[in-house]
C-alpha cells in the first residue's frame, strides 16, 4: 500500500506539465512579466548612481519570484470562475494539494526564463559567487513558495474575474515594491527595517545583497531575515494545502 | 421614432465607471498605486528637485493608462460577456461606444488624478495657465489612447491577451516618453525614438507650461501642435482600424 504522503500528491507531475504547456502558450504574458522589474533597471540605470543598478537587478529577479504568485492567483482563479474547470480536476484522483502545487510548478517553469534572464544580467553586473548564487536561489525557492500559496487561497475568496486585477495588484505591489527589494535596505526608514526583515521579498533581497557585499547586515538582521522566509513559507504553504483540501470539498 | 442620440448615453457609461470603483473600492486604489509605486521609487533615487516633475508625469501616466483599462473593458464586453453585438444592434455607434468606455474608465481614472493633483498642488505652485495646460494635455491624452486601447481590443482573440498586450502596449510606451523622467536625461538615440510618441509633447508641453522645464514660447506652441496632430491622426487611423461589426 502506498503511504498516505504519497498519495497525497498523486497527480502532481501530470499536472504540473500541463500547466507549463498552458502557460508556454501565453509568450506575452511570460515576455511581459519583467516588464515593472525591467522599468525599476531603467529608472535605476537612467537616474540613479551606478552603484545603485546591482540592487535593482537583484531586486528584479527576486521580485519576478513574487509576482509568480500573481500569475498563480489569476490562473486559479480563471480556471473556476472562466472555465469552471476546477470542478473537473477535483473530481478526478489527483489530489486539492496537486492541484494548487502543480499549478505553482507549472507557473514557474513557464515563467523561469525571463527570470533567468534577469539573474545572468545580476551576474554580468556584480559576478555571484558560489556561497551567494547558493543564496539567491534558496531565497527564490521561498519566494516563489511563499506567493505561490497566498496567491492560490487567495484566488479562491474572489468570484469576478474583473475583480481580481486591482486587489492583486495592490498586494503584490505593495509586498513587493515598497519595501527594499529593488533598493539597498539603508535607504528604508531605520525604524521600518526590522519590518522589512520579516517581509519574504524584502528578507530574501536583504539576503542575497547582504552575501553579494552589497549590503552589510548584522547576524541578528541575518537570522532574523532567513527565519522569516522559512516560518512565513512554511505556515502559508502548510494553510493552503489546508484550505485546497477544504475549498475542493465545499465546491 | 428617432433613437435618443442626444448624449444620455453619457450618463449610463458614467454609472458604468462609478458602480466599478464603488462595487471594488481597490480599483479606486489600485490605478494610484502604480503611478505611486513608481513616484516612490523615483523618489528615493533622484534628487528632491524632480519631483514635482515626476508628479505630472504620474498624471500623464494615468491618463494613458486609462487606454489600458478601455482595451481591457472593450475586450472582456466583447470576448467574455459578448456584449458588443447588443451594442452594434443598439443605435449607439461606434464613435458613442468608444467615447462612452473611455468616459467611464475616466470616472475610474479620477481619485488617482485628483490625488495626484492635490499632490502637486502641496509641493509646487502652479500657475491658473499651467493648471489650464495640464487639464487640457491629459484629456487629450486619455482620447488619443483610449481610442488606440479599444482598436487594440478590437483584435484581441482571447482574454488571456488583454493583460499582457495591454501592459506592453501602454506601460511600456508610457516609460519610454519621458514622462517621470527629463527628456534630456535619454541617451540620444532613445531621445529620437521618443520623439515618436506623442506622450513625449505631451511632457513637454505639460512641464513647460508650469514652468517646470524651460521652453520659449515658440516650443510650446509646437509641442502642443505636434501633440493634438498626433492626437488627430492615431484618433482617425483608429477609427479605421477597429472592428465595430464581426461578421
Known amino acids: 500500500m502506498k503511504s498516505s504522503f504519497l498519495t497525497r500528491w498523486k497527480g502532481l507531475g501530470a499536472f504540473a506539465a500541463t500547466e507549463t504547456r498552458v502557460q508556454f502558450h501565453e509568450y506575452l504574458s511570460i515576455a511581459s512579466s519583467i516588464l515593472v522589474q525591467v522599468i525599476f533597471i531603467f529608472f535605476m540605470w537612467l537616474l540613479a548612481p551606478r552603484s545603485l543598478l546591482p540592487f535593482a537587478l537583484v531586486g528584479s529577479t527576486v521580485f519576478s519570484a513574487f509576482v509568480i504568485g500573481e500569475r498563480i492567483l489569476d490562473e486559479a482563479a480563471y480556471i473556476r470562475i472562466d472555465h469552471k474547470l476546477n470542478e473537473l480536476y477535483h473530481a478526478s484522483p489527483m489530489s486539492p494539494e496537486s492541484y494548487f502545487l502543480g499549478m505553482g510548478l507549472g507557473v514557474l517553469a513557464a515563467y523561469m526564463p525571463p527570470m533567468v534572464f534577469l539573474v545572468g544580467m545580476a551576474n554580468w553586473v556584480h559576478p555571484f559567487t558560489v556561497s551567494a548564487a547558493l543564496v539567491l536561489l534558496g531565497a527564490l525557492i521561498g519566494v516563489w513558495a511563499f506567493a505561490a500559496s497566498l496567491g492560490y487561497a487567495l484566488s479562491t475568496l474572489f468570484k469576478d474575474m474583473r475583480a481580481i486585477w486591482p486587489y492583486a495588484t495592490l498586494i503584490f505591489n505593495l509586498f513587493g515594491v515598497l519595501p527594499p527589494v529593488f533598493y539597498p535596505l539603508y535607504i528604508f526608514p531605520a525604524a521600518l527595517q526590522p519590518v522589512a526583515l520579516v517581509m519574504p521579498p524584502s528578507a530574501a533581497a536583504a539576503l542575497v545583497m547582504h552575501t553579494l557585499n552589497l549590503l552589510s547586515l548584522s547576524t541578528g538582521e541575518v537570522v532574523l531575515a532567513a527565519l522569516s522566509i522559512i516560518v512565513e513559507t512554511l505556515a502559508i504553504f502548510l494553510f493552503t494545502v489546508y484550505w485546497a483540501r477544504r475549498f475542493s470539498r465545499e465546491r | ?247
Request: no cysteine; net charge positive; charged share 10%.
Open chain 2, 1 to 247: 421614432m428617432a433613437p435618443p442620440l442626444n448624449g444620455r448615453f453619457f450618463r449610463a457609461f458614467t454609472l458604468i465607471g462609478w458602480r466599478w470603483i464603488s462595487r471594488n473600492p481597490a480599483v479606486a486604489i489600485a490605478p494610484v498605486l502604480l503611478p505611486f509605486m513608481f513616484l516612490y521609487f523615483l523618489r528615493l533615487i533622484t534628487p528632491a528637485s524632480y519631483f514635482p516633475g515626476e508628479v505630472v508625469g504620474a498624471m500623464l501616466f494615468v491618463s494613458q493608462n486609462v487606454g489600458n483599462w478601455v482595451l481591457g473593458d472593450s475586450a472582456t464586453w466583447r470576448i467574455q460577456l459578448a456584449l458588443q453585438d447588443m451594442f452594434v444592434a443598439s443605435p449607439l455607434g461606434k464613435v458613442g461606444y468608444l467615447a462612452g468606455i473611455a468616459f467611464s474608465n475616466l470616472m475610474a481614472a479620477m481619485p488617482a488624478l485628483v490625488v495626484l493633483a492635490v499632490v502637486l498642488a502641496i509641493i509646487y505652485p502652479v500657475s491658473l495657465v499651467g493648471w489650464l495646460i495640464l487639464i487640457g494635455t491629459i484629456l487629450v491624452l486619455w482620447l488619443l489612447f483610449s481610442a488606440i486601447g479599444i482598436t487594440i481590443s478590437s483584435r484581441i482573440k482571447s482574454r488571456r491577451e488583454i493583460w499582457p498586450v495591454g501592459n506592453f502596449a501602454f506601460t511600456a510606451l508610457g516609460m519610454l516618453s519621458p514622462l517621470y523622467y527629463p527628456l534630456s536625461t535619454l541617451p540620444p538615440a532613445l531621445q529620437v525614438v521618443a520623439h515618436f510618441l506623442p506622450g513625449t509633447y505631451a511632457a513637454l508641453l505639460a512641464k513647460g507650461g508650469m514652468g517646470l522645464i524651460t521652453l520659449g514660447q515658440g516650443d510650446l506652441l509646437l509641442d502642443g501642435f505636434l501633440l493634438i496632430a498626433s492626437a488627430i491622426i492615431g484618433i482617425l487611423l483608429s477609427l479605421q482600424f477597429y472592428r465595430w461589426r464581426v461578421t
